[in-house]
């Protein structure tokens, strides 16, 4: 298979102006916003944002956070079912840093002014989703955690009057020094006075929090935002990203239609923690003697089972039925996701609802150590960008916002240290690249047929053509949509590298030419970089054995 070559830096104005801060912050989701606070009692920090400060992901959340807050449960049950959902791929050091530094992030949330969901007693209640073993999933608002949570950290952001925010700015490529070390960032302001147009912000360090990669298929739980612009950005400058052939569906986004694209309803695991279960066309419970959880087995087991469904009755989609919970019970736990099915015209009080898998989470993503520092000197990574080690192969349900959580508070801890000296720019002599927006819909196409839950050879290939094809396409002259073109295509790039190399099914990854898990010769991580060229570059996939932990974390 020929794997797309891709620009090597995006084309783009001469920066207009020039500012100077010691740490950005890219992205303003749960991961950049808690890295903002924490980094502002080091020095002057910027967060930039691609459109208002509450637009990401991370406000769309619906299940909650996990942690071991039950005197109940404990840390050690939360690592294990996390390395069981990690297929065999997770870190069990990043884990333990999880799961036992997470309690504490959640505390530290709810300082802030975040509120959760409780109990008659005063206790924060806890629910249960797939793959967990222990109540141990914190909500607020019933379905809207995210929500609250973002809502919680912006105004505590507000409140901060020595973080600057830029909104409505899309950061274009890494300053990068003679050492390959991080200077600062070149970005896009729309809209900002005398900030307009293409600018420069000299750094000291830059923490990537840019959020996933969901609308690179033509379903997706994701905002449109997510066009996998800190991943792209990363492989241009040099970085290491790591396991982005794990791409996880979520199960149940609600079905809206054959010609229904883009951000899709979630209908949270929540739902089915609470007792809710799947059936097919004729009623047939299908989960039963899939999984010892049945319905809430991990989300790859599920989103698998549900595409075999689907496959063998000939439908596009499958149902969940929840109708035995009653009005009352809709309205008060559920109401986000009550209000989302009427809106659409499906009352799940009384109607089945139709759902099937669409693109949630990034597993993989730029690859850092337990303190969040990438392989870039000076560029550090959190949140759904990046791969800290905790997810491996699939993420366990509402370990997302806990990760969030905890490794922004590393990388401030670890910047506490002393923040890297402040670095000199090289002039970029790289060939600058720009696709056409027009070519977003069928690079979608592509990727959801040849990509998707389920993968072939064949499939990768076929969309590796396409999507070579779609590269040749230039944009008439830079600007947004062109811009996140080009990082889609990139990480497009990327994502087939690794797919098409791992020739085995696991977690996230199901390959039907390669059915079985296959530990003797794929117990690691592949990594893949761009290739320090002129012009474009093809995304190199490198096998990286997990012989010990030391190896999976700085090998």
Not at 214 to 223: D, E, I, R, S, V
């Amino acid at each position: 298979m020929t794997i797309p070559a891709v620009p090597q830096r995006l084309a783009a104005a001469e920066p207009g102006w020039t500012d100077s801060v010691d740490v950005v912050v890219i992205g303003s989701g749960v991961a950049g916003l808690s890295a903002a606070l924490k980094a502002r009692e080091l020095g002057t920090v910027l967060v930039v944002t691609k459109d208002v400060v509450a637009s990401g992901s991370t406000q769309w959340a619906q299940g909650g956070v996990a942690a071991a807050l039950d005197p109940e449960d404990s840390p050690e049950e939360h690592l294990q079912d996390t390395l069981v959902a990690g297929a065999g791929l997770s870190d069990p050091e990043a884990v333990r840093v999880l799961v036992t530094e997470g309690p504490d992030a959640v505390r530290d949330l709810i300082e802030l002014g975040a509120r959760f969901d409780t109990m008659a007693d005063g206790e924060i209640s806890l629910g249960r989703e797939g793959g967990h073993h222990r109540n141990r999933i914190a909500h607020a608002g019933g379905d809207a955690t995210g929500a609250e949570i973002e809502r919680a950290l912006v105004a505590a952001v507000k409140r901060a009057k020595d973080i600057r925010l830029i909104e409505h700015a899309l950061v274009l490529d890494l300053l990068t020094a003679e050492d390959g070390g991080v200077a600062g960032v070149t970005l896009h302001v729309m809209g900002e006075g005398q900030l307009d147009g293409v600018g420069a912000i000299r750094a000291r360090a830059v923490i990537l929090a840019s959020g996933g990669l969901g609308q690179l298929y033509a379903a997706t739980t994701n905002p449109s935002v997510s066009t996998g612009d800190g991943m792209a950005l990363a492989l241009r400058a040099g970085a290491k990203v790591r396991d982005l052939e794990f791409i996880q569906f979520h199960p149940t986004v609600l079905w809206l239609g054959k010609s229904a694209k883009g951000q899709q309803p979630l209908v949270s695991e929540a739902v089915r923690g609470e007792g809710a279960f799947l059936v097919d066309d004729t009623g047939k419970r299908f989960m039963q003697g899939q999984h010892e959880l049945a319905d809430l087995a991990p989300r790859d087991i599920v989103a698998k089972a549900i595409m075999r469904q689907m496959i063998a009755t000939g439908k596009d989609h499958v149902y969940l039925d929840a109708r035995h919970f009653g009005d009352e019970k809709w309205r008060v736990r559920f109401p986000t996701i009550l209000a989302s099915c009427r809106s659409h015209g499906i009352d799940p009080v009384r109607e089945l609802i139709p759902v099937a898998p669409a693109c949630h989470y990034s597993s993989g993503g730029v690859w850092t150590d337990l303190n969040g520092q990438t392989s870039v000197p000076g560029l550090y990574a959190c949140g759904e960008v990046a791969c800290t080690g905790v997810h491996g192969a699939n993420r366990l349900a509402s370990n997302s916002l806990l990760e969030g959580l905890v490794f922004a508070r590393r990388i401030s801890a670890h910047l506490a240290n002393g923040l890297p000296e402040r670095r000199e720019p090289v002039v970029d002599v790289r060939t600058p690249g720009l696709v056409d927006a027009d070519v977003v819909p069928e690079l979608q196409r592509a990727m959801t047929v040849g990509a998707g839950v389920i993968r072939s050879a064949t499939g990768l290939s076929e969309a590796g053509a396409v999507i070579g094809k779609l590269i040749e396409q230039p944009a008439d002259e830079p600007g947004t949509p062109g811009w996140e073109a080009t990082n889609l295509v990139t990480v497009a790039s990327a994502l087939l590298a690794a797919a098409t190399a791992r020739e085995e099914s696991r977690g996230a990854h199901w390959r039907e030419d390669h059915p079985d898990r296959d530990d003797l010769h794929w117990s690691g991580s592949l990594d893949l970089t761009l290739p320090a060229v002129a012009e474009r570059a093809v995304p190199q996939a490198t096998f990286v054995p997990h012989v010990s932990e030391e190896n999976h974390r700085h090998g």
